[in-house]
């Protein structure tokens, strides 16, 4: 069984820092793409960061130079270190695994998404965590 969880998720100023980490259970990083989403409140379910199995990383363009995604693969660990955080970064933020499926089709089929919560109707669109809010205040 699948698992992920997500942890780290906090208040914070602007211009702070918080790191997510997702504990994932039933699957590993040799077979899965992973990928950070968030949902804000009135927009789309957006990818934030993904990494490949083979290390490879994307990030939004919204958080390009300020956000960084690793992975322990030991610990069996994703983790979203956030820097420069800003209010509109506010959001509940998803820890998703595409187990098996081609990276770039999954988050094609993931940009469908009005809703992050939506991915849970199939697992065509992968696995996903329950969430973690990260609230930014000016």
């Known amino acids: 069984e699948v698992e992920l969880v997500e942890s780290g998720g906090g208040s914070v100023l602007a211009g702070g820092s918080l790191r997510l980490s997702c504990k994932a259970s039933?699957?590993?990083?040799?077979?899965?793409?992973m990928g950070w989403y968030r949902q804000s409140a009135g927009d789309v379910c957006e990818l934030v960061s993904a990494i490949s199995t083979d290390g490879r990383t994307r990030y939004s363009d919204s958080v390009k130079g300020r956000f960084t995604i690793s992975q322990d693969n030991v610990k069996n660990t994703v983790y979203l270190q956030m820097n420069s955080l800003k209010p509109e970064d506010t959001a509940v933020y998803f820890c998703?695994?595409?187990?098996?499926?081609?990276?770039?089709?999954?988050?094609?089929?993931?940009?469908?998404?009005?809703?992050?919560?939506?991915?849970?109707?199939?697992?065509?669109?992968?696995?996903w965590g329950q969430g973690t809010q990260v609230t930014v205040s000016s």
């Open positions: 998703a695994a595409s187990l098996g499926q081609d990276g770039d089709s999954w988050i094609s089929l993931v940009s469908r998404l009005s809703r992050c919560e939506s991915s849970r109707l199939s697992t065509a669109f992968g696995y």
């Open positions: 039933g699957v590993t990083f040799k077979d899965s793409d």
